[in-house]
């Protein structure tokens, strides 16, 4: 494919630091003013990501390739390295140098000869949370975004941490990005002993510290991990416009954008979460895609051990991604052709396959997509539902009251088995499994037996369904709970139980959506209280955004447990505010009953028809 590429101009920074920056243009268009797309990357401007694969072609095209195919189409095309990543100058330091940087980049496009003043950006991930971090700014020239699974709409609250707690993906991304990093490149002893890292020995109740970590051959890397990691409060650290899009929607740009992510990614929470806060703000549009995938993993069926189906893919619904984001440009840019996203919101809602094993070896779940004028869908009622001492999921409260305990012993915490987890190599993997231990997931034991069966966990499940019920939005738990620790973590997980079939004769526990609260943070994430031994507390806990059909003959679960790692730090149910203090177990009660009683807040959606 012809065409002009601009290779490694040094784009200069307010603070004098320089960004390494490849221009594509179409043939002979060097001077001729053209409409621009950005994408900023800490992955390598010239490297390839490995979903940019479609349906059609199962190899990935590496970003030149991309960018060669919109210059071919009319766009000038700016690929740049992110500040202390590959070519470019400075210190990385993760998303809080990306709005400034953003901006300035911008800023320079804008007085190029083959800029028409008019700029889309876009990206996954890294390449979203970029997008999100300039936007706050509402810098001249940005004209469109496409933001594929990210852009922070608060870091805090899901991303880097959730309900207090630490998402474990940010240390194996740390040690992964640390042995890529210019610095170790360059310094043979750092890269030898980077890469002589097993991080499974690094993981457990103990926090890492200065010097004491698995990546302290890179202290830059090491600094910013423990940045987040000790920063457990809703701080003003938490509040910076690189991780806190919610915070500046009001400044947030005006333009068409498009916020798409997928049940099983970290940013799920994100995606919806801005759209809805910035569609009720902006003339937009304001568009959001939602799929069945795991972190950008647009083009394949399944997510884990489940399947979805042919008519899963982005493909099936838009044609491949690079075809749906040159439509969405042209139409925001250029001022072509018709919009591409003509509503405002585009589900999979899982659910309904038969429940076989699948000559893959996956879960039939299937599935369909759909469209709806706003999130959570309008039609859909959040449907109370009791947890009753004999492990019941049912729409009436229980007649006595009652309770169910468990202990939670940070030495032996409950194990990660799939999730909306990114970057978790090699101790976690992402997407929908059968919710039994096994070999293949970090911190299992045999004999390898079902989440439900272990004694560190409550169940609570409707009857078989007599029908089947949609679940569209966040479920709630609003439970009454006490322990005896001065502080502990509460986990929740919503299951898609199916009965058994052939394949499956012990049935299949699909995990649906999870949520966490470490319970200092249970009345302000600002300002954390220790807990009363024995004293009962009301909370609320919201699950991540689902979209799941729970078939006839299925039942709606919910486990409730004290941890979920490797996809969170484990709580060792001490006081924090006292350095030094062993783990310890701690035994947690969720208090159950006909007035003050514990129940599952669900968000169900209406039959519909066909």
Known sequence: MTGVLIPNVMVPMRDGVRLATDVYLPEGAADIPLPVLLERTPYDKRGTNHADFSVADEVPLSKPEIARIFAANGY???????????????????????AEDGADTLAWIMRQPWCNGRIGTLGLSYSAHVQAALATLDPPGLAAMFLDSGGFSSAYHSGIRQGGAYELKQLTWALKHAQLAPETMADPARRAALEAVDIRRWIGVEKWR?????????????DFILEQWNEEGFSDFWKQRGIYARGWYDAFADVPMVHMSSWYDPYALTAVENFVGLSQRKRGPVKLIMGPWTHGKRSLTWSGDADFGPQSTLDHLFGDYVALRRRWFDRHLKREGADPLPEPVYLFTMGG??????????????????????????DMAMTPFHLHPDGGLRAQP???????????????????????????????????YDQREAPAFFGSRAPWRPLADRADLLVFETPALDADVELTGQAVADL????????????????????????????????????????????????????????????????FPMSNLFAKGHRIRVEIAGSNFPHFDIN???????????????????????RAGSRLLLPVVPARAG
Request: charged fraction near 20%; include cysteine.
């Open 76 to 98: 000038a095309f700016v690929l740049q390295d992110c500040r202390g990543r590959y070519a470019s100058e400075g210190m990385f330091r993760k998303y809080l140098s990306e």
């Open 210 to 222: 200065p010097g004491h970590s698995p990546i302290s051959a890179a202290p830059e890397y090491e």
């Open 353 to 378: 396959g038969s429940g076989r094993r699948l000559p893959s070896g996956r879960l039939d779940h299937g599935g369909r997509w759909r469209t709806a004028p706003a999130w959570p869908p309008p």
């Open 398 to 432: 229980p007649a006595a009251p009652g309770r169910c305990s468990f202990v939670h012993d940070p030495r032996h915490p409950v194990p990660t088995i799939g999730g909306a987890i990114a970057s978790g190599a090699p101790v976690m993997e992402a997407g929908g």
């Open 480 to 543: 009454f709970v006490s322990s005896t620790a001065a502080d502990t973590d509460i986990t929740i997980k919503i299951v898609d139980v199916y009965p058994p079939n052939a394949d499956y004769p012990d049935g299949y526990a699909l995990n649906i959506a999870h949520g966490i609260l470490r319970m200092r943070f249970r009345d302000s994430f600002e300002a954390p209280e220790p807990m009363e031994p024995g004293k009962v507390y009301r909370v609320r806990i919201a699950s």
């Open 572 to 594: 060792p149910n001490v006081d924090w505010r006292v350095p030094g203090l062993p783990p310890v177990a701690a035994e947690s009660s969720v208090h159950l009953g006909p």
